[in-house]
């Protein structure tokens, strides 16, 4: 099992930054890739940064040079860096850690970033 916690939302005006962090306990040897998804009221949840075990980055094209995901290993924890933000990154974020092995998806409780204009 894995435990993901986030920390790091609140309430922001456009323009102004964030930093989310995850931090993982449990069997964090078994993960792989982790990420960070999105979700607004009414709409489907949504790819908003991976980091792979490699240190490898994708981004959503919405965010694409706005947003920056880390990694800390010593701290078994992953940062996203929101800088730019707009009132349409409003959501809940959620963090996720990818189990190869059995196939299993962790999810973190999520934190609200909301965005004022």
């Known amino acids: 099992q894995v435990q993901l916690v986030e920390s790091g939302g609140g309430l922001v005006q456009a323009g102004g930054s964030l930093r989310l962090s995850c931090a993982a306990s449990?069997?964090?040897?078994?993960?792989?890739?982790m990420g960070w998804y999105r979700q607004a009221p009414g709409k489907q949840r949504e790819l908003v940064a991976i980091?792979?075990?490699?240190?490898?980055?994708t981004y959503a094209d919405s965010v694409k040079g706005r947003f920056t995901i880390s990694k800390d290993n010593a701290k078994n924890t992953v940062y996203l860096q929101m800088n730019s933000l707009k009132p349409k990154d409003t959501a809940v974020y959620y963090c996720?850690?990818?189990?190869?092995?059995?196939?299993?998806?962790?999810w973190g409780q999520g934190t609200q970033v909301t965005v004022s204009s």
């Open positions: 449990g069997n964090i040897f078994s993960i792989n890739d």
């Open positions: 980091i792979t075990s490699g240190g490898t980055t």
């Open positions: 996720n850690a990818v189990q190869p092995s059995p196939p299993t998806d962790y």
